[in-house]
């Protein structure tokens, strides 16, 4: 287990105790898996993908950390999960849950523990919590940098590849055999074949087969991080209505990246993307699905919506994804102080070269084969 792992664990145990010291809470379990990949420093700590909680917690206080596992858990975790000289490893039986309070309560002594995850049995730890997640550190930025690439390659590829013989499955059986070649885990990945793009803005693949376009899209998961890319092929020329609309959403896509600066409201973007919506023609399409918002440690982190005041920061990840029926643009990018960063970019896709609002942007086109 790498050193910068370590100390990036360490640091992050420090930030929560620093935050315990304001909360009046004695100590908090960090047991969504968005929790447990942060303090982890990328650490994976599900084993049900479907389910929100980990399969072990983090127990953080004032003067011990602790990951509480069952015992099924406890040897992989330590092996492969856990950054060295960071966290003690206390098991409970799997066949008595109901020892974990016990332990809890060993550790935290008396006082009240929150959590990531409030139950019948702890409270809210607060959202001051999940805001510590929100700013990328560097080694965080560095690991969702790659992360939007191979999650960039791997649609790429898959449109590539992909034929009209094929079926929506087949082509989302192609993304994810992808995804796990590069130890990425899909836990969105959606394609549409023709008029279910128009139809549907998340359509679960079927077994039909494409006469002239596919739509694939993924948000890719890898050490807790996430990164979302949408792109589509066109089988012969499209027709001007499709690249009309593709165009549009471009151009929608590269004001809302334009827009997303240090201090800025969600809602102040998000009103960005409505003004665009509207100078192309489809002033109420941006009603028909959420434009996206911030991502990091789970698919999006804060939604814009028109009352959403939550402020840009810079080291934050974002993925907007404007949509008019038909068509889709989706990248995840990175803001900073000097401006905004594409991380879902492969450099071997054809480009539109659109208005940005100050400048001009790459925003992915069409591929035609």
Same mark, same amino acid.
């Given at each position: ?57 983090? @127990?953080? +206080?004032?003067? /011990? #950390? %602790? ?7 406890? !040897? $992989?975790? &330590? ?124 359509? @679960?693949? +079927?077994?039909? /087969? #494409? %006469? ?7 948000? !890719? $998961?890898? &050490? ?131 208005? %940005? ?13």
């Amino acid at each position: 287990m790498s050193v910068d792992r370590t100390q990036e664990s360490l640091a992050k145990i420090e930030q929560v105790r620093s935050w315990l010291g304001g909360s009046g809470l004695a100590g908090v379990l960090l047991e969504s898996n968005a929790g447990f990949s942060w303090v982890t420093a990328g650490g994976e700590g599900y084993v049900v993908v479907s389910e929100d909680g980990a399969a072990a917690a983090v @127990l953080i +206080t004032p003067d /011990r #950390a %602790a990951v509480l596992t069952p015992n099924i858990e406890a !040897a $992989r975790l &330590a092996d492969e999960e856990l950054p060295e000289g960071c966290f003690e490893v206390v098991e409970y039986p799997w066949h008595a849950p109901g020892s974990r309070g016990e332990l809890i309560s060993g550790i935290a002594g008396t006082g009240t523990v929150g959590s990531d995850s409030p139950s019948n049995e702890m409270p809210a730890a607060g959202p001051g919590l999940k805001e510590l997640r929100r700013v990328l550190v560097q080694p965080e930025i560095d690991r969702c940098r790659e992360l939007a690439q191979d999650a960039a390659f791997v649609v790429e590829s898959a449109c590539r590849a992909v034929s009209p013989k094929d079926s929506e499955l087949e082509m989302a059986a192609r993304v994810s055999a992808l995804c796990y070649e590069r130890n990425i885990l899909p836990v969105v990945n959606l394609v549409a074949a023709d008029d279910r793009i128009s139809r549907y803005r998340h359509p @679960l693949p +079927t077994s039909m /087969r #494409a %006469a002239r376009t596919f739509l694939a899209a993924l948000t !890719a $998961r890898r &050490a807790g991080l996430h990164a979302s890319v949408t792109r589509t092929v066109c089988f012969g020329d499209p027709d001007p209505e499709q690249a009309g609309r593709h165009a549009a959403c471009a151009r929608i896509d590269a004001r809302m990246i334009g827009a997303s600066r240090p201090g800025t409201a969600l809602s102040k973007v998000l009103a960005e993307a409505a003004a665009q919506y509207e100078a192309e023609g489809h002033p109420d399409e941006w009603r028909n699905h959420h434009q996206g918002g911030t991502t990091g440690y789970a698919g999006r982190e804060v939604f814009a919506t028109p009352d959403e005041e939550y402020q840009i920061k810079a080291g934050q990840a974002l993925t907007w994804n404007p949509s008019v029926a038909g068509a889709k643009s989706e990248d995840t990018i990175l803001v900073t102080d000097r401006g905004t960063e594409v991380l879902s970019t492969s450099g071997h896709w054809p480009m539109l070269e659109v208005d %940005a609002g100050g400048g001009t942007l790459g925003r992915p086109g069409l591929l035609v084969r």
